[in-house]
């Protein structure tokens, strides 16, 4: 029995992604020591027989924690902001766990071996989307050129959630963790306090992005230990897109020593005449080579 699995989550029009996600992972050779679990929040039946010639298991997401029913109809794939919060109730049988969403896919597998090492000891392993290039992290209204009016992703989803002024104040400038890339073992405290931080979420803020708001809840206030890993290891394109080194072909950081990016992660889409990459693989867009010349190319997986 393999002690390690990989997890992600898809409906049926993000079959695609997670399709080429799980390619991803297979084409490197160490995948054969490791397991790959899927749950279907809405997939047809066609994609998952396709799916089970490739995976270890597949298992049909659930509401672990009741929502208001007209805030979740008929958006299954919604469940991803509650289930993966549950990932050895669906998967009981292993020991780390790692999370990729489906609109992410792996580039180098170093950075899957540093998640599996970062999570040891019941730490949390997981990426802060700031580092260099980036540019804002925060936006504020500023009034009278002096009082300024938080904005940030984690202050505006706090208030609404009515976690309280001082539990938001404590993360409105603390660095946003994504939580579309993370591992954790199966007996980490991280999983029980994260679900405590989850329930409150869920009940007056949004679905979406609840789950978020409850991991960073979990590590700046109630201070699960944490090992940040590099930017690398969960690049978010749409915060700032990669070069690509045409002599190594691959996708590369953008600054010195433009290191490999680890895995590829186009969360809130890269769009282009009004389409989005993640749906239409046709769309490219231009970003530079490591000399500063400028080339068409898709941030998709290819095999």
Known sequence: MKKNVIVSLADANYYPLLDELINSIRKFKQSENFSICILDAGL?????????????????????IDVPAYKVKDKEWLKSQVSRAYLPKYFPNYEKYL????????????????????????????????????????????????????????????????????????????????IGVFSMEKNSPGWQIW??????????GNIFGSEGLAINMSVYIDELIT???????NWITSN????????????????????????????????????DMRTNKEVKIQIENLE????EKSL???N
């Open 195 to 204: 679900q405590k931080n989850l329930i409150q979420t869920l009940k007056a």
């Open 240 to 275: 700032l897109l990669p070069k690509f080194d045409e002599n190594k072909n691959t996708f590369v950081e953008p600054f010195l020593p433009n290191n490999k990016i680890g895995i590829m992660h186009l969360a809130a889409g890269i769009w282009k005449d009004g389409k």
């Open 99 to 178: 999370w990729i969403d489906c609109d992410a896919w792996v580039n180098d597998w170093d950075c899957v071996e540093l998640y599996f090492k970062a999570c040891e000891n019941g730490k949390l392993g997981i990426t802060q989307t700031i580092g260099p290039g980036y540019r804002i992290t925060s936006k504020v209204n500023w009034l009278f050129g002096k009082l300024a009016i938080i904005k940030s992703q984690n202050f505006k989803h706090a208030i609404k959630s009515k976690i309280g002024y001082a539990k938001a104040r404590k993360l409105a400038f603390a660095p946003h963790i994504n």
């Open 300 to 302: 998709r997986f290819e």
């Open 44 to 64: 047809e039946k066609k994609q998952r027989q396709e799916l089970a010639k490739k995976v270890d298991e597949i298992k049909t997401a659930e509401w672990d």
């Open 292 to 295: 500063g010349k400028l080339l």
């Open 227 to 233: 090992e940040f890993l590099p930017l690398n290891c």
